[in-house]
């Protein structure tokens, strides 16, 4: 018994002098390496500067698209407004809030800032609206690029959704 006591112990006694033998030098406090990083961002600016252009009043541009002119009578058509707050509430209510800014900018007013054929040609072609007009461009830069879906609207659904704008 005393053999493999004495083997084990002289063992043991072997593999801790083989682990050992590397000395960690401290260091006193720490330090940390930071490297200056630049990061420049390509930002279109409005055409006037320091307004929006979600703000910015606009009343000679049409968009693109197929509304090239539209006009509207004095009187609000109230059974189209009604249809056009039907077709709101369902379609676009998700990324627009009246009198407030969300995903997208907020509807009322609209007609005080664009004309009638372009709030119709935003509605109904977003997509190349976004790539082909210059504020519809600064607006998708405005609300964080995101930009507004086609939801598949008709023409008499968008022009019902425009009268509705025209109550807010």
């Known amino acids: 018994m005393k053999i493999p006591f004495k083997s ?3 063992l043991l006694s072997l593999l801790m002098l083989s682990c050992g033998g590397k000395e960690e030098k401290k260091k006193e406090g720490f330090s940390v390496k930071q490297q200056k990083t630049t990061t420049e ?3 279109e600016t409005p ?6 252009a979600s703000e910015r009043v606009d009343l000679t541009t049409k968009g693109v698209g197929p509304i090239k002119s539209l006009t509207l009578d004095e009187a609000i ?4 407004a009604a ?7 369902q379609m676009c209510l998700a990324c627009h809030r009246i009198g407030k800014k969300f995903i997208g900018p907020a509807p009322n007013g609209v007609l005080e800032r664009r004309t009638p054929e372009w709030v119709m040609n935003m509605i109904l072609n ?3 609206m976004v790539k082909e007009d210059p504020l519809a ?5 405005e609300f964080n690029g995101s ?10 659904q968008a022009r019902a959704v425009l009268e509705y704008f025209r109550t807010l």
């Open 83 to 89: 249809k056009g707050k039907e077709v709101y509430d």
């Open 41 to 43: 961002k390509a930002v």
């Open 147 to 156: 930009p507004m879906a086609n939801q598949g609207l008709t023409e008499e």
């Open 77 to 80: 058509d109230d059974a189209m």
């Open 8 to 10: 084990t112990i002289l």
């Open 47 to 52: 055409a006037v500067s320091g307004d929006k």
């Open 137 to 141: 461009k600064e607006l998708l830069i």
């Open 126 to 128: 977003p997509e190349q």
